[in-house]
């Protein structure tokens, strides 16, 4: 009689055959044979403290490799609690295959303990969500999972494995699919000469580069085009870092809640050259209030449409042939005026003065200040969402891609603990900081103990106000009060001690700077709490309500 395999197995052989590396998840009675079969492959399972942090992980690998990131959970409440990384993982366009259990086939179609259509519940969040109906479906679904999760404009994917399908038998002759890659096109040569007859009557083009510029790795590319023909750059926070804030074209990123220094670069724009821009990192009214900007969208994708976003030419192919082509085509050069000059020497003089800010608490200014002193040009920063994500995205200079990550499709709190995990075992060169306030901590910090175990380092710096800063700062803006924003905290030193990591407390301005030195040199898992004065919200946003251009 012919041996036959188990269908856990044949899932993680196909996992394997995908180049999978790590499975982020907590295991239930549903599918410990799954966890088990794990054991015995090449796979590293990296077991959490909560499936949250685990869909998290799951989307920074995926981010920063490009290879759909893999969480895993039990059925149920497990499965529910993959869905905020899962959701944040789609609106953020990162390749995540989240796999978890079902209750078996021979009771889901009635009223059952644990029963609930997961299908249904992740499809809206999903680019696909499917249930197995059998062991020999399995090659196909998971080969289709990577595919649909990797593939522009990526996205996560949810697979249910019911438990008896996860434990039965599979007929030995069932392999894993080959894996194919849709590679890149060139863009249409008509699309680009429409394009260039746009730049051709242009007056002030400007270029806003996003995070699908970063996925196709055309940072090179970018500065190129830029170089060519004479053209400012401003990015996206989530493109951060494609086109390198210290280059003399560079605008710094937009996505601030008020009329920032960047965004008088677009009022005197009339030309929007948007290369891998996607309309969830920020919102196109921002930029073009009046819709008279003609806008020319380059993406592997067609733009979503909005109002405010009316698309003169789409060039749709891959993100470098298409700057290629498109700066090829164009016969002139721009000359740079003295706006994208003033709004340089403006950060810049921001982030000087933080530097040279000896309050205590630290003005945030003066955090970011210091963060940027202590990180190098490749170290990865992952600011979570809050009053920590407004300081960092707008005033840390970014000069690689990938090097400064935040949450920009759904801005979901917490993600930043679990992601510096996740990125430390995509870049274990690279130094790893989790900047993220203290309420976005505690959401999440359990995956403290998970770093620990897993002897993964990085430093998390929690910035202390007791408070929800940037709920208290917009209520303080809109409403000229605030409530119910407010709450105690640990003893971060001892919490993190109690994990087994390390712990420092900023007592002065100038401990800041040098603990980040030696908690970053040291190699450990650390926490750094530094209270944080964010009086310096409002004086910022007034400080931008006052100022008029055109510069």
Same mark, same amino acid.
Request: no cysteine; glycine share 8%; aromatic share 8%.
């Given at each position: 009689?012919?041996? @036959?395999?188990?269908? !856990?197995?044949?899932?993680?052989?196909?996992?394997? /055959?995908?180049?999978?590396?790590?499975?982020?998840?907590?295991?239930?009675?549903? =599918?410990?044979?799954?966890?088990?079969?794990?054991?015995?492959?090449?796979?590293?399972?990296?077991?959490?403290?909560?499936?949250?942090?685990?869909?998290?992980?799951?989307?920074?690998?995926?981010?920063?490799?490009?290879?759909?990131?893999?969480?895993?959970?039990?059925?149920?409440?497990? *499965?529910? =609690?993959?869905?905020?990384?899962?959701?944040?993982?789609?609106?953020?366009?990162?390749?995540?295959?989240?796999?978890?259990?079902?209750?078996?086939?021979?009771?889901?179609?009635?009223?059952?303990? @644990?029963?609930?259509?997961?299908?249904?519940? #992740?499809?809206?969040?999903?680019?696909?969500?499917?249930?197995?109906?059998?062991?020999?479906?399995?090659?196909?679904?998971?080969?289709?999972?990577?595919?649909? /999760?990797?593939?522009? %404009?990526?996205?996560? &994917?949810?697979?249910?494995?019911?438990?008896?399908?996860?434990?039965?038998?599979?007929?030995?002759?069932?392999?894993?699919?080959?894996?194919?890659?849709?590679?890149?096109?060139?863009?249409?040569?008509?699309?680009?000469?429409? !394009?260039?007859?746009?730049? *051709?009557?242009?007056?002030?083009?400007?270029?806003?580069?996003?995070?699908?510029?970063?996925?196709?790795?055309?940072?090179?590319?970018?500065?190129? #085009?830029?170089?060519?023909?004479?053209?400012?750059?401003?990015?996206?926070?989530?493109?951060?870092?494609?086109?390198?804030?210290?280059?003399?074209?560079?605008?710094?990123?937009?996505?601030?809640?008020?009329?920032?220094?960047? =965004?008088?670069?677009?009022?005197?724009?009339?030309?929007?050259?948007?290369?891998?821009?996607?309309? @969830?990192?920020?919102?196109?009214?921002?930029?073009?209030?009046?819709?008279?900007?003609?806008?020319?969208?380059?993406?592997?994708?067609? *733009?979503?449409?909005?109002?405010?976003?009316?698309?003169?030419?789409?060039?749709?192919?891959?993100?470098?042939?298409?700057?290629? /082509?498109?700066?090829? !085509?164009?016969?002139?050069?721009?000359?740079?005026?003295?706006?994208?000059?003033?709004?340089?020497?403006?950060?810049?003089?921001?982030?000087?003065?933080?530097?040279?800010?000896?309050?205590?608490?630290?003005?945030?200014?003066?955090?970011?200040?210091?963060?940027?002193?202590?990180?190098?040009?490749?170290?990865?920063?992952?600011?979570?969402?809050? /009053?920590?994500?407004?300081?960092?995205?707008?005033?840390?200079?970014?000069?690689?891609? =990938?090097?400064?990550?935040?949450?920009?499709?759904?801005?979901?709190?917490?993600?930043?603990?679990?992601?510096?995990?996740?990125?430390?075992?995509?870049?274990? %060169?690279?130094?790893?900081?989790?900047?993220?306030?203290?309420?976005? #901590?505690?959401?999440?910090?359990?995956?403290?103990?998970?770093?620990? %175990?897993? %002897?993964?380092?990085?430093?998390?710096?929690?910035?202390?106000?007791?408070?929800?800063?940037?709920?208290?700062?917009?209520?303080?803006?809109?409403?000229?009060?605030?409530?119910?924003?407010?709450?105690?905290?640990?003893?971060?030193?001892?919490?993190?001690?109690?994990?087994?990591?390390?712990?420092?407390?900023?007592?002065? *301005?100038?401990?800041?700077?040098?603990?980040?030195?030696?908690?970053?040199?040291?190699?450990?898992?650390? &926490?750094?709490?530094?209270? &944080?004065?964010?009086?310096?919200?409002?004086?910022?946003?007034?400080?931008?309500?006052?100022?008029?251009?055109?510069?």
């Amino acid at each position: 009689m012919t041996r @036959q395999a188990t269908a !856990a197995r044949l899932i993680v052989q196909a996992l394997e /055959a995908e180049g999978v590396e790590y499975v982020f998840g907590i295991p239930g009675e549903e =599918n410990i044979h799954f966890v088990d079969a794990l054991r015995d492959s090449s796979i590293r399972y990296i077991l959490v403290r909560h499936e949250q942090g685990a869909a998290f992980m799951a989307e920074i690998y995926g981010r920063l490799t490009g290879k759909a990131g893999v969480a895993s959970a039990t059925l149920g409440p497990g *499965a529910i =609690n993959l869905q905020l990384g899962v959701a944040d993982a789609t609106t953020n366009s990162t390749p995540v295959v989240a796999i978890t259990a079902q209750v078996g086939l021979d009771r889901i179609y009635k009223e059952s303990h @644990q029963v609930v259509d997961l299908v249904s519940l #992740f499809r809206p969040i999903t680019k696909w969500a499917e249930l197995a109906p059998a062991a020999e479906a399995l090659p196909e679904m998971i080969r289709k999972a990577f595919k649909t /999760a990797q593939t522009e %404009r990526p996205g996560a &994917v949810y697979l249910a494995i019911p438990e008896d399908v996860e434990s039965a038998r599979a007929p030995s002759d069932l392999r894993p699919l080959p894996v194919n890659v849709v590679r890149p096109h060139d863009p249409s040569p008509s699309q680009i000469a429409r !394009a260039a007859d746009v730049l *051709a009557t242009a007056r002030r083009p400007i270029v806003l580069a996003g995070h699908g510029a970063t996925r196709a790795g055309a940072s090179q590319a970018l500065v190129r #085009f830029s170089e060519r023909l004479g053209l400012p750059v401003a990015t996206t926070f989530n493109g951060k870092g494609v086109f390198p804030d210290d280059h003399r074209h560079a605008l710094g990123a937009v996505g601030f809640m008020r009329h920032d220094y960047v =965004n008088f670069g677009f009022d005197e724009a009339d030309v929007l050259i948007s290369v891998g821009y996607e309309l @969830q990192e920020f919102d196109p009214i921002k930029i073009n209030p009046l819709r008279d900007k003609k806008i020319i969208h380059i993406h592997g994708f067609p *733009a979503e449409v909005d109002d405010h976003y009316p698309v003169a030419v789409g060039v749709q192919g891959d993100i470098s042939r298409s700057l290629h /082509a498109l700066g090829d !085509a164009v016969h002139r050069r721009f000359e740079m005026n003295g706006t994208g000059e003033k709004i340089r020497r403006m950060l810049r003089e921001e982030l000087e003065q933080g530097r040279s800010e000896d309050g205590f608490p630290l003005s945030p200014r003066r955090v970011v200040a210091d963060v940027r002193e202590a990180m190098g040009r490749e170290d990865i920063v992952l600011a979570d969402t809050g /009053a920590v994500k407004m300081w960092m995205a707008r005033m840390y200079p970014t000069y690689e891609p =990938n090097t400064m990550l935040v949450s920009n499709g759904l801005s979901s709190m917490g993600f930043s603990v679990p992601g510096a995990l996740a990125a430390k075992l995509a870049y274990p %060169r690279r130094r790893v900081l989790a900047a993220t306030g203290d309420g976005a #901590f505690l959401m999440n910090s359990q995956e403290l103990e998970t770093a620990v %175990r897993e %002897r993964v380092p990085f430093v998390v710096l929690v910035w202390v106000d007791d408070a929800y800063g940037l709920i208290e700062w917009k209520m303080d803006l809109e409403l000229g009060r605030n409530s119910n924003i407010t709450f105690g905290n640990p003893d971060f030193v001892m919490y993190a001690e109690s994990f087994g990591a390390r712990g420092y407390r900023i007592t002065s *301005a100038d401990e800041l700077l040098p603990t980040l030195r030696k908690a970053l040199a040291d190699d450990v898992v650390s &926490v750094i709490a530094v209270p &944080v004065d964010y009086s310096a919200n409002l004086e910022l946003t007034d400080k931008l309500g006052d100022l008029t251009g055109p510069f």
